[in-house]
């Protein structure tokens, strides 16, 4: 370890000496845990951080001026779409998607490097349950799409297939993972088929370029956002172990989207059928203020641009459709190719560009009393694993439902929206579908049939709910808060019965009684793969 006169110096030379203020007080552990923290910060790299960080920071968010006339949107022939084909393309894509899938050639990386802060909770995000009845989690839901797709690719091709599952944490989310992993005997995968990997942290940093010291004896570090992938990907080898794995399609994505596909065979399909090194699934937007980047292209090159990057006027431009001209929006799920992956962090890493995140950052004053901000004071730097967009030489974007695949969890209940009841009731309501489109009916607890929930209505009821089945009404959207009736029957809620429908195989037939019957054993996502 190097001594406090090295350290000290390092820091002269960054500009930054102010973090070891207090280190003459501290006892001998805690000195030598900061000189430990700060050791590995290398000076000219430390200085032109906090200088970038204070720099970007000061410019105000606004358009670029000439950014209108060089955007366009995506051209037809990048963009593919899970409802606008025919039946035969997407059953082709499918196909194609589970063969890669039997052959082994397929992982999914999970972004889990964020705490569920705004959630009101300080553990990782993937622990977080969001009020289902079977009271699974965000990483269990996940384990058990793994576990289905690797069982439907198997029983396609008569083999027994692995899709290896990689965990990209921080240094505030690694420990507590890993321990929940354990405890839950990972979920019933297989161990040595779950790689988790660290991403690397930097300093938070005050407005006028100075890193913030947390504690007497720690820096306030933060993740560096999860374009920090490529970096972690080439520090622990990652891409190497895929390549011993015989992986060459990585699907990634971030770890609050509940209704997330893993390793969709369709995208994945898609994907390699179109030659694609890099792809990303996209939603249309909501409304032109919707809050989400959107993926387009500036000067033939694609990209995601972000909302606040975009003029409301140019937000609101139209397509010869009525819809809106930019409306690809972003939801942070993407196809890479191995090979993509490793030229990404062998030659561009270094040309991403850091975004600025303005936080509110637990520090110490002058005197060494610990401070909770009330407002925002601190800077904390990121990349997005989507700026790698613009080195591909074959991008292709997916359109998606949705309803059917896209229903963020960011902020506690007492926000309006993307919160735990949103998307709790976006995955009843998906269950509940499935349910009905496969043959199902709902009875009431005295055996008479529930009418199936009419287009555009939708059902006040809750799972477990203490008024009586007859009690339960339809009304039309803005009336009622949705709630759907799957996931786990629970006392007092509707039985569920199957009927044959015609064009229905008896095998589906059978395979969705099982689902009924086991929607709190880790099935509850079997439709998702059985009926089209």
């Not at 990349?383 to 967009?389: P, R, W």
């Not at 005295?446 to 809750?462: D, I, M, S, V």
Request: contains cysteine; proline residues 9%.
């Amino acid at each position: 370890m190097a001594s406090e006169l090295d350290v000290r110096a390092r820091l002269q030379r960054a500009g930054q000496e102010h973090l070891l203020r207090f280190c003459a007080e501290l006892a001998p552990g805690p000195r030598a845990a900061l000189l430990a923290q700060l050791e590995p910060l290398e000076p000219e790299a430390l200085r032109e951080h906090c200088r970038r960080a204070a720099a970007a920071c000061a410019r105000p968010p606004a358009p670029a001026p000439d950014l209108a006339a060089r955007l366009r949107p995506l051209p037809p022939e990048r963009v593919g779409s899970a409802s606008g084909v025919s039946p035969q393309t997407r059953r082709l894509w499918e196909e194609e998607g589970f063969h890669q899938i039997a052959l082994n050639k397929v992982a999914v990386l999970l972004l889990a490097g964020g705490q569920g802060t705004r959630l009101g909770v300080t553990y990782p995000k993937g622990m977080y349950q969001v009020g289902l009845p079977s009271q699974k989690t965000l990483y269990q839901l996940q384990a058990e799409r793994i576990r289905r797709v690797e069982q439907l690719a198997g029983e396609r091709y008569g083999t027994r297939c692995t899709v290896p599952w990689y965990i990209m944490t921080s240094e505030f989310t690694l420990g507590p993972t890993a321990k929940f992993f354990k405890e839950h005997d990972f979920f019933h995968l297989d161990p040595n088929n779950v790689v988790m990997f660290e991403q690397r942290m930097l300093p938070a940093v005050t407005f006028d370029g100075r890193a913030i010291l947390e504690r007497k004896d720690k820096v306030a570090m933060a993740p560096d956002g999860n374009g920090g992938l490529y970096c972690a990907l080439a520090d622990h080898q990652v891409l190497e172990d895929m390549e011993r794995r015989g992986v060459e399609f990585v699907h990634v994505y971030c770890v609050d989207n509940i209704l997330v596909r893993l390793a969709d065979p369709v995208f994945i399909g898609f994907c390699v059928l179109r030659g694609a090194d890099c792809g990303a699934k996209v939603v249309e937007k909501a409304s032109p203020e919707e809050p989400v980047g959107v993926v387009c292209q500036i000067d033939g090159v694609p990209q995601v641009v972000e909302y606040s990057e975009i003029s409301p006027e140019t937000a609101r431009l139209r397509a010869p459709g009525g819809g809106l001209l930019y409306n690809a929006g972003n939801i942070c799920n993407h196809f890479f190719t191995r090979d993509f992956l490793q030229m990404v962090t062998r030659e561009f890493e270094p040309l991403l560009k850091p975004h600025v995140a303005v936080k509110k950052v637990p520090y110490v004053d002058e005197e060494g009393n610990p401070v909770q901000p009330l407002e925002p004071n601190g800077i904390k730097m990121e990349k997005f694993v989507f700026d790698v967009l613009p080195f591909a030489k074959n991008f292709v974007a997916f359109q998606v439902l949705r309803g059917e695949e896209f229903s963020p969890l960011k902020n506690a209940d007492s926000a309006e929206r993307d919160n735990p009841s949103t998307a709790r009731r976006a995955l009843l309501a998906q269950h509940h579908r499935w349910a009905l489109q496969a043959g199902a009916h709902f009875l009431d607890a005295h055996g008479a049939r529930l009418p199936e929930q009419p287009r555009g209505w939708r059902c006040t009821c809750k799972v477990g709910s203490s008024g009586p089945p007859s009690s339960w009404t339809w009304t039309r959207p803005g009336h009622c808060r949705p709630d759907s009736l799957l996931d786990l029957p629970a006392p007092g809620s509707p039985t569920l019965r199957t009927q044959p429908r015609p064009g229905l195989p008896g095998g589906k037939q059978a395979a969705l009684s099982f689902w009924l019957q086991n929607m709190d054993h880790g099935s509850s996502t079997l439709l998702q793969h059985v009926d089209d």
